[in-house]
């Protein structure tokens, strides 16, 4: 037996004693079985603790501790005991607040620009009705040519200009009637005849000017018109349309622009609590006691550490409930009852005693693997020992202790045990069994082994002389063991048929929220009732978070909405403008490329007579002087006349030139620049359909992409709710609640208040008392004699020698290889075939009226004998 303090574990290694009152009962070889009368003694080791504590929760999350008490340091309440960085927290405060005033600033420029966007509309509407107007006059006035006005403004002209031609007709015969009569010279006789010639050329430009002036207007120029004003018409109804939606999206604007704000503020006041709770003051008097994070005592807790907010680092014992907790075998358990002494020796302190009683002993046993704190490792477990948990309360105050001391307690019990007694020494124990040499034969003595004494159960033993030396029956060779002509039995664990498991439902996602209230162990309650309450802080701001990211998607869908209707209009209004533009541009194209102008055909014309006719003049004039013997003019004179001659021929030149292209139609440039003209409104035509239908397609995307989101904040809001709801439990059943063992902040212990629970985490569970089995595994060799429905004895060593019947109700036909465990020991586990082929069978045990508790170890015999 390893001694006392050689591990550091926590849950108890027995040693059992007892007080033994007579002579001694052996020589040295034989020893004679006497009756006695004992008082069983269980030591165990047993550990400090308080049966309250106040736990201390992180505040904040994620903060580092900027400075914390030591570990055990004795505080009063409201003594200041941790405080956090809030270096950080400050930091992101400030930035926080900048980033509202920029969100502030942003939003009245936005609320702004909203205003703005709605006057410049309404001054695009008017400034198109301006236009509008200017086009409907242009059309009225095209629609009502000839214009009286301006035809008798034409014929008034050609009057003018045929008196002017009939006047310079009578001038020109004046003037060769007094040429005739040498009255005049022949250069007076010259501007007679030019004027003349340049009346009558203006009289036909007049007369062609009236008849221009009486004709109507062109089918093409009124299907100019008539388009320009069509697109004005179009664009004025796409502004009224939308200066009407204009007010309803500037408000769903405004609500979307403000959420963000408001997000900002819910972060703002998030980090001004983490500000205000950066102290935690201590909530009772007592010795601070850091709490496990992952498996190690201390590892995390110190200056700097991280932790999520409402992990509990920290607990305060309250002192006055100081107890000592430890183990007991379930072999022993039936020898001691509540009110039992018990002694309890700390280490380090051999000298002072502590004199307690045992307070409770828990009404389930469990497995000694199960430790009340351990890790999901399997490393040094112990499996197959049952044990009980115990309490054991001090008599007086003990002011010296502190919570997580250990030592041993060595419990007494009150009532004696009666019955015969040998030396340990004398017993060979086998497969759990121990055996007594009666005449040198090994012979089976059930009993209690009580430090090194066995206390038999069979009165029959007493009187009879048992021997160090002997062998058991069957032995074929020496020094070989031979088989026990006895009944089959094997153990297993005692659990319920039936059992309802209380589950965590869906409550969200990591950090996982704290139980705050947890109905009373081993309660009895009705489906319905309420048995776990759950912290559904931080669900609530997430609900609040959630709504205020539904409102804005709401916003956001409500918005495209209306921009997708208002596209598809604006659509429709681009594509109509610009196939009326294309339709202009054809028009256009088609006037410069086929058509000629009249009036510029009229000037052309005119201009070419004119310039003949002064041609005309400077040549006779010229020619005059150069036939002349003596000239009249000086060499200067004659130089300036041949210029203007030259000058005049050019002018002549430049007319035809001109005529001919007037008569040409446009030149090749303005033909390709129409052309060209035409092709890019053509493209550009087509380029607005195709961006229409992309724009309607890409808006009809965003659009549905906002439903979608807005359905997703909007199931995710649901589910939010219906987390919160699930924050309280209530019981699936009717019966009797068990805790469950979970993993709560690094270690695995039973559910408490306090404790960090998850989804689907089985907290609680209702078993069926009323109906309990038992799963055990058998060798192969057997399978031939087990049958379903064969009746068995079940025997609970912690209830005494009551015998249960019980009946074969499963039967596994798959077989598996039984191996050893190197870590498995105890009485109960050694019963269990080993290393071996073995299949498992489910029996039903029949309690009749008994309300069996789950747990217990029970050890099934089978009808035949054991080989």
Request: net charge neutral.
């Amino acid at each position: 037996m390893d001694s006392f303090f050689h591990r550091t574990k926590m849950l108890a290694v027995f040693a059992c004693g007892v007080a033994v009152f007579g002579a001694p009962l052996a020589t040295d070889e034989y020893c004679c079985v006497e009756r006695r009368s004992l008082k069983p003694v269980c030591t165990m080791k047993v550990q400090a603790f308080t049966e309250k504590a106040e736990m201390v929760a992180c505040p904040v999350s994620w903060t580092p501790i900027s400075t914390i008490v030591e570990d055990g340091t004795l505080v009063k309440k409201g003594d200041v005991i941790t405080t956090f960085d809030t270096t950080q927290t400050a930091f992101d405060l400030s930035v926080l607040k900048r980033e509202l005033g920029v969100v502030e600033a942003q939003l009245a420029h936005r609320l702004t620009e909203i205003e703005n966007q709605g006057a410049q509309m309404a001054e695009r509407l008017e400034g198109l009705a301006d236009k509008l107007a200017v086009l409907e006059a242009r059309q009225a006035r095209l629609r009502s040519l000839p214009v009286a006005d301006e035809v008798e403004i034409s014929r008034g002209k050609y009057r003018i200009a045929k008196m002017n031609a009939e006047a310079a007709e009578v001038d020109l015969a004046r003037a060769k009637d007094r040429l005739a009569r040498e009255m005049i010279s022949v250069g007076e006789m010259s501007k007679a005849e030019r004027a003349w010639r340049e009346s009558g050329a203006r009289g036909r430009f007049a007369e062609q000017e009236l008849a221009y002036a009486e004709l109507p207007a062109t089918s093409g120029t009124l299907k100019e018109v008539e388009l320009e004003v069509a697109n004005v018409q179009l664009e004025i109804d796409k502004l009224t349309n939308e200066l009407a939606e204009h007010k309803l999206i500037s408000e769903i604007q405004k609500v979307g622009a403000q959420t963000r704000k408001k997000r900002i503020e819910i972060r703002i006041s998030e980090k001004q609590e983490d500000l205000d709770s950066s102290t935690v003051q201590a909530p009772i008097d007592g010795y601070v006691t850091y709490n496990r994070t992952s498996g190690d005592w201390q590892t995390e807790i110190a200056v700097g550490a991280k932790m999520w907010e409402n992990f509990n680092f920290l607990k305060i014992p309250d002192m006055s409930t100081l107890a000592f907790r430890g183990v007991m075998r379930e072999s022993v358990r039936k020898h001691f009852a509540v009110g039992d002494p018990a002694l309890v020796t700390l280490r380090g302190r051999g000298d002072d005693p502590v004199q307690g009683r045992i307070a409770s002993i828990s009404t389930l046993s469990h497995d000694l693997a199960e430790k009340e704190e351990g890790s999901w490792s399997s490393v040094g477990r112990e499996f197959g020992v049952k044990v009980f948990d115990v309490v054991i309360a001090t008599d007086g105050p003990c002011p010296w202790i502190r919570p997580g001391m250990v030592g041993a307690a060595e419990a007494t019990a009150q009532a004696a045990m009666e019955g015969p007694a040998v030396p340990l020494r004398f017993a060979k124990a086998r497969d759990g069994t121990h055996f007594l040499a009666v005449d040198g034969i090994f012979q089976e003595a059930t009993g209690t082994v009580v430090q090194d004494v066995l206390v038999l159960d069979d009165d029959t033993w007493t009187g009879k002389t048992v021997g160090m030396r002997g062998r058991f029956s069957g032995t074929m060779e020496d020094g070989a063991e031979g088989r026990e002509d006895e009944r089959f039995s094997v153990s297993g664990e005692l659990l319920p048929v039936k059992s309802i498991d209380v589950m965590v439902r869906d409550i969200g996602r990591w950090p996982w929220p704290k139980v705050t209230w947890l109905v009373d162990e081993e309660t009895e309650v009705k489906a319905g009732d309420v048995v776990v309450k759950l912290d559904a802080k931080e669900t609530k701001n997430r609900i609040r978070e959630e709504e205020n990211r539904l409102n804005e998607a709401k916003s956001r869908r409500d918005e495209l909405s209306k921009r997708l209707e208002l596209s598809k209009r604006e659509g429709t209004f681009k594509l109509a403008t610009e196939r009326n533009l294309l339709a202009i541009e054809q028009l256009k194209a088609d006037r410069v490329l086929s058509g000629v102008s009249a009036q510029a055909l009229f000037g052309a014309e005119l201009t070419r007579e004119l310039t003949t006719i002064r041609l005309d003049d400077v040549t006779r004039r010229l020619e005059r002087e150069e036939g002349k013997r003596v000239a009249s003019v000086s060499p200067v004179e004659l130089a300036k006349q041949r210029r203007e001659k030259r000058r005049q021929v050019l002018k002549l030149e430049e007319a035809r030139i001109k005529e001919k292209r007037v008569l040409a139609g446009a030149d090749p440039v303005a033909r390709s620049a129409a052309k060209l003209a035409l092709l890019k409104q053509e493209v550009k035509t087509s380029v607005t359909e195709k961006e229409v239908g992309h724009s309607q397609l890409r808006q009809g995307f965003e659009y549905e992409q906002a439903v979608l989101s807005f359905v997703r904040y909007e199931k995710r809001l649901a589910k939010l709710k219906k987390q919160a709801a699930n924050h309280v439990i209530a019981s699936p059943g009717a019966g009797m609640i068990c805790y469950n063992k979970i993993w709560n902040s690094g270690t695995i212990s039973k559910v408490n208040v306090g404790s960090q629970v998850g989804p689907r985490f089985n907290i609680l569970s209702i078993p069926d008392l009323s109906q309990m089995y038992v799963s055990v595994e058998v060798p192969e060799k057997y399978f031939s004699q087990v049958s379903e429905g064969m009746s068995l004895e079940v025997q609970i060593p912690s209830l005494g020698e009551m015998v249960l019947q019980a009946r074969l109700v499963g039967l596994d036909f798959i077989f598996e290889n039984k191996e050893k465990k190197d870590s498995q020991v105890g009485l109960y586990s050694s019963h269990e075939p080993l290393g071996e082929v073995v299949f498992k069978v489910r029996i039903q045990v029949d309690a009749g009226e008994r309300k069996l508790k789950p747990g217990a170890v029970a050890e099934v015999f089978f009808p035949f004998r054991q080989f």
